[in-house]
């Protein structure tokens, strides 16, 4: 059973990455830097808040299962397309209910709490069984509960015991992995691997996008383009490259980088035709500058902060005080005609014209690429995810 976050104390939100943690805070600390993505402003005029008076009613009437039906019928068009077996249904204040995400990956689905923002009377477990009813047509047979605390500093380190616990809030249990398909590869995702399931799914078409670059780099250079992705944590943009290109992967974490390289074999990738380094990105920056290694393509999609370590020699990572140095530094390793795409979810980076600002802090006047629009199932989520690709 989790816990009950409306009696929890409150405290300023933060985000972090897991430099220099045991498995389990990395698991935690990871999805908790990308995931607290929600909009500036809880109001939005087109999709008043509903109200969840009778949240415990099991009839067509309830509150959260009309409003998550029609969040559902929003996405139909994602869903009929059938590109992608993991996908965002409920969008917190954009579909209603602040707060309150439900994500589908193939057969089980997530959702996620963060507290203090749902109303009072919000119950994560009558949702649960809401969810896990209204999606059972979809093929999903469980429902996990995964709430984030404002204040994680006060857990001590430990995780709540429902997002490791297999049996779910509703539903029956699935497999401790699940392939979920996405467009032309397949991804692993863990539904109670902690508070991470493996995969951020606003960035999907940003992965398209990458599979298409390397391929069209190809067949205009009769030769396989590299890509370095750094902060590369389960290495999928290293697999939709992968299909074209020669893929460098760069994190601090064996662990993802173990699962990066499952993620590979899934594809009959072969891992040995590819690079896997633990490393901290700027480090690796600064062994590549002396090797005088340059990439066709660079990935920059860091977490909003992360806390270092001496032991290991790992600097803290602020995206607010070093995004633009991450930039600058990557510049320097970016082969001729070669294109940078670089993201975030820090929220004072995604408000309009920022992360661009950052850019041309560190390289002067880019030469902006276009990416795809964000996908149907994240497009209320305003100003909480910011993306670029730019040439020099």
Request: with cysteine; glycine share 8%.
């Amino acid at each position: 059973m989790c816990p009950d976050l409306r009696a929890a104390s409150v405290s300023d939100r933060s985000s972090s990455a897991g430099i220099g943690r045991s498995a389990a805070e990395i698991g935690s600390l990871t999805l908790a830097a990308r995931y607290m993505r929600l909009p500036w402003s809880p109001d939005n005029p087109r999709k008043p808040a509903v109200s969840l008076h009778g949240m415990h009613s099991d009839g067509p009437a309830s509150a959260f299962r009309v409003a998550l039906a029609r969040a559902l019928d929003r996405r139909r068009a994602l869903i009929d397309s059938r590109t992608t077996q993991a996908f965002r249904v409920f969008s917190g204040a954009g579909d209603g209910i602040d707060g309150v995400f439900i994500d589908v990956y193939a057969d089980g689905a997530v959702l996620i709490e963060y507290e203090g923002r749902p109303p009072g009377d919000f119950d994560a477990h009558a949702a649960a069984g809401i969810a896990q009813d209204v999606l059972r047509p979809l093929g999903v047979r469980a429902v996990y509960h995964k709430p984030f605390a404002k204040d994680r500093s006060r857990l001590g380190g430990a995780l709540p015991d429902c997002v490791t616990n297999p049996i779910p809030a509703a539903g029956e249990r699935v497999s401790e992995s699940t392939l979920i398909r996405e467009h032309d590869w397949n991804l692993e995702v863990r539904l109670y691997d902690g508070l991470s399931t493996g995969l951020f799914l606003d960035q999907r078409e940003n992965r398209r996008w990458i599979a298409e670059w390397t391929l069209a780099r190809s067949q205009q250079t009769g030769t396989k383009p590299t890509v370095l992705n750094t902060f590369a944590y389960t290495c999928a943009f290293s697999v939709a490259a992968a299909m074209h290109a020669v893929t460098t992967s760069v994190d601090v974490s064996p662990r993802y980088l173990e699962w990066g390289k499952r993620n590979f074999t899934h594809n009959q990738i072969d891992v040995r035709q590819h690079f896997f380094t633990r490393m901290d990105t700027f480090e690796f920056f600064g062994f590549a500058r002396k090797k005088s290694w340059r990439y066709d393509l660079m990935i920059l999609d860091p977490p909003s902060f992360a806390s270092g370590s001496k032991k290991k020699g790992i600097k803290p990572w602020s995206a607010l005080e070093h995004y633009s140095r991450l930039v600058n530094e990557a510049a320097g390793l970016l082969a001729p005609g070669g294109v940078i795409f670089a993201s975030t979810n820090t929220q004072e980076l995604c408000r309009t014209g920022r992360l661009e600002r950052e850019i041309a802090k560190a390289v002067g006047r880019p030469k902006w690429v276009d990416l795809p629009e964000i996908g149907i199932d994240f497009a209320e989520e305003h100003e909480r995810f910011s993306a670029r690709a730019f040439a020099i």
